[in-house]
């Protein structure tokens, strides 16, 4: 099992920047690639960003591309994801997400509240 916890939400304005991090614990050797998502009021849950976590490539939503970075630090089991220049509509919960394989995603964090004001 993996256990992820994520902080770093909060209440920003338009145009300010933020970094969420989620440390990982647990059988953190079986983890192939972490990822962010998140999800808006009234709204399903979006794919952000994702690291493989050995080769450290990433990928991105269209939304967020140029204004989001993930980065992942190996020696502290942790992944992050510096935001900036932050929009209303990229308020949400943010959830980290951890798999094995490409595409799967069995472990989960508990999520961290973000929201921009105009």
């Known amino acids: 099992q993996v256990q992820l916890v994520e902080s770093g939400g909060g209440l920003v304005q338009s145009g300010d920047s933020l970094r969420l991090s989620c440390a990982a614990s647990?059988?953190?050797?079986?983890?192939?690639?972490m990822d962010w998502f998140r999800q808006a009021p009234g709204k399903e849950r979006e794919f952000v960003a994702s690291v493989n976590w050995n080769a450290g490539i990433a990928r991105y939503a269209e939304s967020v591309k140029g204004r989001f970075t993930i980065s992942r630090d190996n020696a502290k089991e942790t992944v992050y994801l510096q935001m900036n220049t932050l929009k209303p509509e990229d308020t949400a919960v943010y959830y980290c997400?951890?798999?094995?394989?490409?595409?799967?995603?069995?472990?989960w964090g508990q999520g961290t509240q973000v929201t921009v004001s105009s």
């Open positions: 647990g059988r953190t050797f079986t983890i192939w690639h």
């Open positions: 997400a951890a798999g094995r394989q490409p595409a799967e995603y069995p472990y």
